[in-house]
């Protein structure tokens, strides 16, 4: 060990020097090239290979640390991880960024450029996907050992590409480019079985399932390290794939045979809350929860040499991230029971106190549930054990609450498997992801649970990694914080609070605007460079990125932008403004794809006119995704976040936005409370219908936006240029948005917060106008952004629901 750990100090000190040599040594191993010979993805798969090889030591060390302290370790099951890119983060969280950037551009390469080779792990689809990512890098950066289980997608969220203003989706093949993170563990390879028949037999006066006619599938792990800022503890997080176990090839002889088995990991469901019920979803959770599973008890039971699973839940915390992985409370006991032969109420009381769930949407269309014969077709064994949970929680309450409301939360019901009730009464803890949001679980959506199990509830605020967001996308910020509060913010985010003291110091202030144009700089170089469109540093830089879904209303915006372009038109001023949008929509979304075209071929019609003298622009950028936000978001201004109030479980664009200085316009949705909170009324500009109004609408049925619409020349105007042919060449598509806007059952309120929006615009434009005032609000949200650190949501996590210890790591001197 003392050797080893020589070794590891002394990898750890990275000189520019030792970079250059070992640049220089891989180059020639791997290619035979000098570095002035290399090309890009060569340089890119070398450098990345000389990080691996400095994390390589202390991946090793946690796992020993692991192994010997054994303290009680969580597994986040979620089968959607976005990192994004891996180079910069590594290097940052090594402590090797600045010295391998210094150390390139003495060679006359540039980090940045290298880094951009690199292909987004795009292993999920928007918040949900990104939290579990941040998760990740906040466990192993605040020094604790949580692990990562899911699938190794082969083709991650799709490319988008515009034409003619529509969007086409192009596979993903990110596993193509060179220089790869993960690592293939063969040897931890288990199986996995699909289908047949289930019977019952008796062995030693225990009842055993016997299977016949099953489809064995081989669940091959690849480990991605997690690389704890700068404290010595690299974590895994565990990807699956799907084979033909060698033993059964005889079993899939034909192609067709083998690739069904490879579309099991094949695509991500490009889909971020409308889930259809396909065959193929099914598949892939039990898949990822069953192999995580048997993975954790095959290293519970050999690593920590025990055997008594009374004492699993002292170990082991697996976290179910929304119900997609919720079969894990099902196959826990199948495993605990039928392979290990625990008594049914031992193996419920552990699995209990091993489980717990996020819930991220009160959405119902999102709210998971299966066909009961499509299940008990898939997974006999599972189906039948649901049934069983679902037979012992109905009599368990059976004279103890009404018939009415063990109805409404048993798991079975209309032949459909509830997934969310599985998971809540399968688990000890269930929580929402803001205030609002685990409010309204305890009060509306889950009110009869919240009533059966109050003890289990339980709020925890989503995070953003800070880290990614300041010190790698905006550099120049960060210079800043250190120049004025410090470095100690980069790894105590409280230290970011200290910034408020400079709200008087013109110098600063002057800075930031600076540091802000000039991200405005760089993003408009790269807006010309791929759309061709010309926009004006100087202008409101006003950013929307997130899903494109009817509940986030960017169509609200879009409303906003044909009133000022009209108001333009007939000579109205407005300060100059480019509206920029991210946006991908599901593929069988088609009110989604309508919008998008809707706002192309309003963007190009705007673009274009010359009366609007380039005082209006709007840019939607093609396939947003975390690299593309990280050019976006250091340069934006205004940050909209303008769901309906109760729809936005958080969001989490808001916080990264705000953390780099955008000031927000925001409806009192999610996670929105909260920043209006900490950085007070005067340093958000809020609108909108709040939470007991939109309420009201719905239960008196009395949205009648027709009449609104009738009674406001302004909102007129501004829909009907829809459908009067001020928009050009999306006539179907701008009929289906006012149709929607206009019927009774539009259940976003579109139009009932558009005059209310419009007014907080006007508020924008005149704190625009007010410059000190727009950079002293600017402050106070850069400042308070560290309310919104991951690491401080994780250490929540760690101690209230998963009830972890810190790793005991020796830190590294760098
Ligand atoms: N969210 Br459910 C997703 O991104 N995908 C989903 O399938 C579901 C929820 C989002 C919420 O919409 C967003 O408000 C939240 O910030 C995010 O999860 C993380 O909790």
């Not at 030591?57 to 986040?76: F, G, L, N, S």
């Not at 110091?505 to 993003?523: G, P, Y």
Request: one cysteine or more; glycine letters at 6%; proline letters at 3%.
């Amino acid at each position: 060990m003392a050797k080893y750990l020589a070794e590891h100090e002394r990898k750890m000190q990275l000189t520019k020097e030792e970079f250059k040599n070992r640049l220089k040594r891989k180059l020639n191993d791997y290619y035979e090239e000098d570095i002035d010979t290399a090309s890009t993805s060569e340089l890119f798969a070398a450098i990345s290979a000389i990080v691996r090889d400095g994390y390589a030591p202390q991946w090793r060390r946690t796992r020993i640390a692991e192994t010997k302290q054994k303290e009680k370790q969580v597994y986040y099951f979620s089968i959607e991880f976005l990192p994004g890119t891996l180079l910069k983060s590594n290097l940052l969280n090594l402590g090797w960024l600045k010295t391998v950037r210094e150390a390139l551009s003495d060679l006359g390469l540039d980090l940045d450029k290298i880094a951009e080779y690199e292909p987004d792990m795009a292993l999920g689809n928007g918040g949900l996907g990104r939290l579990a990512a941040a998760f990740m890098d906040s466990l192993a950066s605040t020094g604790y050992t949580g692990n990562g289980n899911g699938i190794r997608y082969k083709y991650g969220l799709f490319k988008q590409k515009f034409v003619n203003g529509y969007q086409r989706e192009l596979p993903n093949d990110w596993l193509k480019k060179e220089g790869h993170w993960e690592v293939r563990r063969e040897s931890k390879s288990v199986l996995v079985r699909f289908g047949g028949k289930v019977n019952m037999v008796e062995d030693n006066g225990w009842l055993i399932p016997q299977y016949e006619g099953e489809r064995v599938v081989r669940a091959v792990p690849y480990d991605v390290a997690v690389v704890g800022y700068q404290d010595g503890l690299t974590n895994t997080l565990r990807l699956w794939d799907a084979e033909i176990p060698p033993e059964e090839e005889l079993n899939y002889p034909t192609i067709s045979d083998r690739r069904r088995v490879e579309d099991l990991t094949s695509i991500l469901y490009p889909d971020d809350s409308n889930y259809e019920g396909r065959l193929l979803r099914l598949k892939q959770e039990y898949f990822f929860v069953s192999a995580g599973l048997q993975s954790i008890l095959d290293y519970y039971i050999t690593k920590l040499g025990n055997k008594n699973f009374a004492q699993l839940s002292d170990y082991v915390a697996v976290h179910i991230n929304d119900t997609h992985p919720a079969m894990a409370i099902a196959e826990l006991m199948r495993l605990l029971v039928d392979e290990h032969r625990v008594d049914w109420d031992t193996a419920w009381n552990i699995t209990q106190k091993v489980m717990s769930y996020t819930n991220h949407t009160i959405m119902a269309e999102a709210m998971e549930k299966w066909d009961v014969n499509m299940m008990s077709e898939l997974l006999p064994r599972i189906m039948q054990i649901i049934t069983e949970i679902d037979r012992r929680y109905c009599e368990g309450l059976k004279g103890r609450v009404s018939d009415a409301v063990i109805d409404r939360t048993r798991i079975i019901k209309n032949g459909q498997v509830q997934m969310a009730h599985l998971a809540i009464i399968g688990s000890h803890s269930v929580n929402g992801v803001a205030a609002l949001h685990t409010q309204l679980l305890e009060t509306e959506v889950l009110k009869d649970f919240y009533n059966l199990y109050p003890e289990r509830f339980n709020n925890k605020t989503n995070g953003i990694t800070l880290r990614r967001w300041l010190q790698i996308a905006n550099p120049e910020l960060s210079d800043l914080l250190d120049q004025t509060i410090g470095k100690e913010w980069r790894s105590d985010s409280n230290k970011m609070l200290n910034f408020e003291k400079y709200y008087h110091d013109t110098k600063v202030l002057n800075q930031l605007h600076e540091i802000k144009l000039d991200n405005k700089k760089k993003l408009a170089k790269f807006v010309k460079e791929q759309t061709g469109i010309e926009i004006d540093p100087t202008a409101i830089f006003d950013v929307q990125v997130k899903r494109m879904h009817a509940y986030k209303r960017q169509t609200l915006k879009l409303l906003h932008i044909l009133k000022l372009y009209q108001d333009l038109k007939a000579r109205i001023d407005h300060p100059k403004r480019v509206i920029i949008f991210g946006a991908k929509a599901a593929p069988s979304y088609v009110f989604a794809k309508q919008i998008i075209k809707v706002i192309n071929e309003t963007a190009n019609m705007i673009n274009n006119d010359p009366d609007i003298h380039g005082k209006l622009k709007v840019v939607f950028l093609e396939n947003y995704n975390v690299s593309l936000a990280e050019k976006i978001i250091p340069a934006a201004d205004i940050s909209e976040q303008i769901s309906t109030t109760t729809k936005e479980a958080s969001g989490t664009s808001n916080m990264k936005l705000m953390a780099n200085g955008a000031l927000t316009v925001a409806t009192m949705d999610g996670a929105n409370i909260e920043i209006k909170d900490a950085v007070g009324e005067e340093n958000i500009f809020t609108f909108g219908l709040n939470k007991d109004q939109v309420y009201k609408y719905y239960a008196e049925k009395s949205y009648h936006p027709r009449k609104m619409y009738e009674e406001d020349p302004v909102m007129k105007k501004a829909v009907d240029a829809l459908i009067d042919g001020t928009v050009p060449n999306c006539s179907s598509e701008g009929q289906a948005l006012v149709n929607n806007f206009l019927s009774d059952n539009e259940q976003f309120l579109v139009l009932a917060d558009f005059e209310a929006y419009l007014k907080a615009q006007e508020k924008v434009e005149q704190t625009w106008a007010q410059k000190r005032i727009w950079q002293q609000m600017s402050l106070v949200n850069i400042a308070h952004s560290e309310r919104f650190d991951s690491d401080k949501t994780i250490e929540r996590y760690a101690q209230d629901i998963w009830h972890l210890k810190k790793l005991k790591i020796e830190k590294v001197d760098r």
